[in-house]
Every structure is written in C-alpha cells, then in structure tokens.
C-alpha cells in the first residue's frame, strides 16, 4: 500500500499495468502463424520527454557518457555524437512490462563500458518481482537475473537514489537497496544476489533504502523509515559492518534522506532532506553537509520551506543534488514538490555558505518542444525536481529532470531541454484520419490531445488548448466528416471539447453533464457529427449512464438503456447507429435511432475486464470486432446481432484498420494479440484468415494493449501506443 496518493499518471499507469498482469496468457491452444515476419522500420513519433525523468547520471571517467532513468518508460544512454538518448530497454516485451521502472542506475568508474539497472515498477502483490540487467557494452547489450523481492520505480520515493551501486574498494561487489527487503550485495558483478545485515529493520510498506553513495572508499546508505529521531543515514567502511552515522540531524525537514553527493575535494558528503519520500507529499526538507574526515555536520540549507509566496503557502522538500566535480565546494540542490513559487536549482561556489537561485536568472527556450507551456504564455521552471546532474568535464553543463522533460544549460543562465530521444508518454487514444494535414492524433497521460503535423518533430500546437487537459479520457473523429473531432480528459476548465478543423483548433462545450468534471469518460461522434455520447467512469471505477447531445454539446440528456461506464462506438457508415458493449455482462447494445435508446444484442460473451474493446471497419455497416484479451478475438457482421470467434489468433487486446494492401478488397487489420506463443504487433492483409507479426523482439515496448491505430492512407503503417515509451510507429521497409 502506497502511504500517500499518487498522482493520476502513477494511479492508471498502475491500473493499466496491473490490467495487464491478469493477460499472461496460457501456452495452450496457439494457432500457427500465417507467414514469415516482414521487415518494419521503427521509430518514435517526436513530443519530447513528457514523463517524470527520475535520475540522470553523468559517467565520471567518460566525457559525453550519461545514463537517464524513467519510472514507467527505461533507461537510456546519452550519444553525445548524435545528442540523443538511446533506448536501452525496448527489448522488455509483454509479461516483462513490469520492469520499465527503472529503480536505479549504476556505472563501474574503473571500467567505462559497464553499466547496471535494478528495474521494477511496482511493489504490490500484483506485480511481479524486480530484476538486475547488466552489461559491459553500455547497454547495446544485456545480461538478467531475476530477483525474489518487489522494487518500486513507480512509486512514492522513485526520485530518490541511486539505490544501486558499486563497491569503491572492487568492481566485482554491488550493493543493492530495496523498498521491503533491506540491503542486497553480490559478489559477482550482479549475476547472483544475497541479503546482507543491515543495522534497520524493513517492512512491508516502508521506504527501505532510499540511497546508496560513495564517499572515499566508505559507502553511505539512506534509510526512509525514521520517524524523524531515529537514525536514517548508515555507512561503511570495510563492506561488511554498517554503523550509524554519529550526530547527524534529526527532525521532520531532515526525516527521508533522498539523494547524496560526494565532493571528493573537500571530502564533504551533501545530503537532501524531506520529510516524505516525494515526488507527492513533501512539505518540509533540508540540506546538511557531512565533513566525513571529522564527523561534523553543518546546516547548509539554501531556504527554509514554510514561508508564504503570492499568499500561498510556500511548502517544499529538497530532492536531487550534485557536485561539481572540477570546482571544490561547488553543488548544486534541488527543491521538490514546491507549487507556489515553484521548484528551483540553488547552486553554491562556497560548499553551501552561500546560495544562488539558477531559477530567477534563467531564460527558459522550449521552442523544440512547445506542449512545455502547458497552454499558457509561458513554461514553469520545472516540478518533481529530483533528478539533478553537473557534467565532470562542463561544470556550466547541468541537467535536471521534471516530471514532463529534461533541461539542460551550458551557460548557466539558457536552458532548453535536452531530450531528443527520450520519450515516455503514456498514450490512451490514437486516431488517424483520413484526410487532413495531420496523420496523427493522439490522446495522453497528463498532456491531453496532440495534432501531429509531423511525426519528426513535437506537435507545433503544443497540447490541445481551450481547454487544456491534464490526461485525455476521449478522442473521435467524425467518419463521414473528419473534420470535426471531439476530445474529453481532465481539466480545470472543461472536460469536454470539439474542432471543425480536424484538431488544429478547440472549442469547449457550451455546456457539460456534472459528472464531467470528476468522471470524464470516452466519447463518440455520429458519422455526421449530428450526435454526440459521452460516457462517465470516475478514476475510482463507478460507472454512470450515458449522456446525449444533439446540438454540439450545448445540452445533454441521460441515455437509461445505455449500458452504465460502456465505452461508446459510432457505426461509420450510418449516422443513426452506436455500440457499446457491456464487459459487466458480454453483451453487444446497439441503437438504430441515433443513440437514443439501446437494446441488448448478442449476449454470452466474454465478460469481466473492462478493458474489452470494440472496433468497426472502415466504411461498413455493423461490420464489428471485438478483442477480449486471451478469450480471442470476435467478428459480427450483422450490427452485433451476432458473433463468431476466429480461429487466426488465440489473444486480440486491441485492433485497428488501416490501408488495404494492393489488390485487397478489405482494410489491412492490424492487432496486438498472439497467434502462437508471442505477444506482438500483427497484421492482416486477408480479413483476418492469417496473420503475420510486424514487430521484432528488439521492439516490444512491454504493455502495449491501450489501443492501437492504422494508417489509411498509407498502406504498412501502424501506431502503437505504449504505456510508458510514448507513440511507435512502424512502417515496411
């Protein structure tokens, strides 16, 4: 149990991961595949960053080497040649989804090309256990070994860290500090792992070990379970005996050690407080320096939390923090959840005495990556600083991670981010028109709706606007009019929207139901955009009665005989028809009467996950599939009336249509589903009589099974959204 709320993108990240945990699919009962894998070219469609970028790490003994960690979306490698971050971790596929948080990083000072990951999302009882990758060839490559405990790179403390390491005395000895389960060492370059003694005891729903530091040939650990008069921060110095750290400082703005570092120089340890793990929950914190060869602390804390600011209260804890590595006395801290006059760097020259706000001098250029702004005039400085890192050979390089990007400055005073490469959106909906500028349209985790007018470059318009969304809930396109579209999501101002340009520009419902704004759920268009349905499911999972409305969202009326919480679907081929299909009980509701009522269809289906989902073909009436996970895939062509399952695919979790292949006479389909013993991307260029899998296995992306969107205009391409690596998309080569 999480011991303070997550934030929405943490909480259905979760749900859809833990969604996909009940997918693991038996080995019996496969259908072969059609034919041989052809050839795809992947690539990323470019936003930018969009994720909560948990820790960066600059190698010390290679220039231009550094490693970044993301909570739902792995690690990648700086290429200072190209400027961009590598994917290191693509290759996790379906059963492995849990792995893309990414605990911690660690690199071998002594050996350039070795690096290692502790991966592991989530530590609850659904999720399955945690796992060490290593490599000597900087991640081009990896060796795994399976751990017997939970880690949580998507729970509260995930900024904290590194809680991995390695052993300053010899490469060979790794340390490895878990939430539940104390502290880990291996002896043998992380291939095999044993519990080791350690001076606090862990629990089932604590912090554990919250970081593991260098400091001289002594190691340092963090420990986040104090209650603020206990010790919380251990050390030492033969790798076998851990002591408490005399004297150190006490209280709530000193009770969760979060990040360390070491000024070799000075032989000083820097030490960010809070008094909770973060990113979520802080309201107190501080900074304090160890001199580890007397043993005195000294409070060096750039501001204390609790003032005011434009008369709110100005609470905040202290999160990354590093030194530079060519000027003694040099550090930079970061605060943390600080809303009201919003998270800052402070960087001191004299080893904290004094303090210089980076914050009030910088000139923020977020032109590569415009969503930045969140609609407004203008970009934040950042939140959910936690990650912080000064280059060993560019003291004026410093990069800090927010919860959407990674910034970067040269000079000090011009940052911009620094993350080309590095996608981590969690992506809800996809639609791609068939007609328009853009081939692309996508609905996300907390930056709402994108137009994209390239898939090379961040969506000009920046997110959707008037309103503005946090995470999309709905997107459709009009079929017979797609000009027009409608989106729903999470907003301050209205939770619902229309375009008459296709998604360029917005407008907000004149009106909207009440239980829009706690419960806004998937909506759909008539083919003729006449009539509008919006469903309503609050993030608890209480389903509501359908609204309809005629007049472009002015007016609403409940819809009684729709099924409560359905997603709905528009018929693209006749205006006066919607489905929706009840994953309560397995039955098709259709309605001929433009939404009005709804009337039960073919009933016995597969029933009990609502992540069932519906799916008509381009241009057709009542032409319908349906993707029930490992229960397979279904086919009505009689408007719902009935169903027969295919026999092509043992599994179908989510399904599109796209371009007919050259002499077809139906859309090319595509799915992600198993026809025999992988879950992948697949397409069928016959109706679905074989299939043949587009993706490889050094294109998984984990969980996969949101939804998924075909290009209809050109034949082979196909999006896939990921839950955590942001917008594939595939093309034949």
């Not at 434009?310 to 970061?334: E, H, M, N």
């Not at 890192?389 to 981010?417: C, F, I, N, Q």
């Not at 009440?514 to 993030?539: C, E, N, Q, R, Y």
């Amino acid at each position: 149990m999480l011991t303070s709320r997550l934030s929405r993108r943490a909480v259905l990240a979760g749900t859809a991961a833990a969604a996909a945990l009940t997918t693991v699919p038996s080995l019996q009962g496969r259908a072969e595949a059609a034919s041989v894998t052809p050839t795809y070219r992947w690539r990323t469609a470019v936003i930018g960053g969009t994720g909560f970028v948990t820790g960066v790490l600059f190698h010390p003994s290679v220039r231009g080497l550094a490693y970044a960690r993301t909570d739902i979306g792995g690690a990648y490698r700086w290429d200072d040649r190209s400027a961009r971050w590598i994917p290191l971790n693509d290759d996790l596929g379906w059963d492995d989804w849990n792995l893309l948080g990414v605990e911690a990083i660690a690199v071998d000072p002594a050996h350039p090309n070795r690096v290692y990951l502790s991966l592991g999302a989530y530590a609850q009882p659904w999720a399955g256990n945690g796992a060490v990758l290593r490599s000597e060839d900087r991640g081009a490559t990896w060796a795994r070994t399976d751990l017997t405990v939970k880690l949580g790179g998507n729970e509260d403390g995930r900024g904290a860290g590194e809680r991995l390491l390695v052993d300053p005395r010899d490469s060979d000895t790794l340390w490895l500090g878990t939430r539940h389960d104390g502290l880990l060492k291996s002896t043998d370059r992380g291939a095999t792992w044993k519990p080791v003694s350690f001076p606090a005891t862990p629990s089932a729903t604590g912090q554990g070990i919250t970081l593991l530091v260098t400091a001289g040939r002594s190691v340092y650990a963090g420990w986040g379970d104090s209650d603020g008069t206990a010790a919380n921060l251990y050390r030492t110095v033969d790798g076998t005996t851990w002591e408490a750290v005399p004297a150190q400082p006490s209280g709530a703005a000193a009770k969760v050690p979060i990040r360390a570092a070491y000024d070799c120089h000075t032989r000083e340890l820097y030490v960010t407080y809070a008094n909770a793990p973060g990113p979520n929950g802080q309201s107190d914190g501080s900074v304090h320096k160890l001199a580890t060869a007397s043993g005195k602390w000294t409070d060096v804390t750039p501001v204390k939390p609790g003032g005011t600011s434009d008369g709110s209260s100005d609470t905040f804890g202290y999160g990354g923090v590093a030194v530079d590595a060519r000027r003694p006395g040099t550090v930079v801290v970061s605060t943390n959840n600080r809303w009201a006059a919003v998270d800052t760097l402070y960087r001191s020259t004299n080893g904290g005495r004094t303090w210089t706000s980076l914050k009030d001098s910088a000139v923020l250029d977020v032109s590569e990556t415009p969503f930045l702004t969140f609609g407004a005039d203008a970009p934040k400085f950042g939140w959910w600083i936690q990650a912080v890192a000064v280059d060993p050979y560019d003291s004026e390089h410093v990069v800090y991670g927010t919860g959407a990007t990674l910034y970067g400055t040269r000079d000090l005073k011009h940052w911009a981010p620094q993350i080309r490469g590095l996608e981590e959106t969690s992506v809800r909906q996809l639609i791609s028109p068939p007609a328009g500028e853009a081939h692309l349209l996508s609905g996300l985790g907390d930056i709402g709706v994108m137009y994209h007018e390239w898939l090379t470059a961040s969506p000009s318009r920046g997110m959707a606007s008037n309103p503005v969304f946090g995470s999309a809930t709905g997107l459709a396109q009009a079929a017979a009019k797609p000009s027009y579209v409608v989106r729903t999501g999470f907003g301050d101002h209205g939770n619902g929207a229309f375009s008459n340009d296709g998604g360029k520009s917005w407008a907000p419902f004149a009106a909207q139901p009440a239980l829009a704004k706690d419960a806004p759920g998937p909506i759909a268009t008539s083919s003729d955009a006449s009539v509008l349905l919006w469903t309503f499911v609050h993030w608890d999972g209480t389903k509501y009665p359908a609204q309809r409305s005629t007049d472009n969202g002015a007016t609403w009326s409940e819809v009684s005989t729709y099924p409560k919480g359905a997603t709905p679907l528009a018929d693209p081929a006749d205006p006066t028809r919607f489905y929706a299909y009840d994953t309560d009980t397995g039955t098709l509701f259709a309605s001929t009467d433009s939404g009005l009522t709804f009337t039960g269809r073919a009933s016995g289906l597969p029933s009990g996950d609502s992540q069932f989902q519906l799916a008509a073909a381009p241009g057709r009436s009542g032409d319908l599939w349906l993707s029930t996970k490992t229960n397979g895939l279904y086919r009505s062509t009689d408007g719902g009336a009935t169903f027969t399952k295919l026999t092509s695919c043992w599994a179908s979790h989510t399904l599109a249509f796209g371009k007919a292949a050259k002499g077809a006479d139906y859309p090319a389909i595509y799915q992600v589903g198993a026809t025999e013993a992988i879950t992948g991307v697949y397409r069928s260029d016959d109706g679905a009589k074989t299939w043949v899998r587009v993706n490889d296995d050094r294109h998984q992306w984990g969980w996969i099974g949101a939804t998924i969107a075909a290009d209809p205009r050109l034949y082979g391409r196909v999006y896939i959204a990921t839950n955590g690596r942001g917008i594939q998309y595939g093309e034949p080569v």
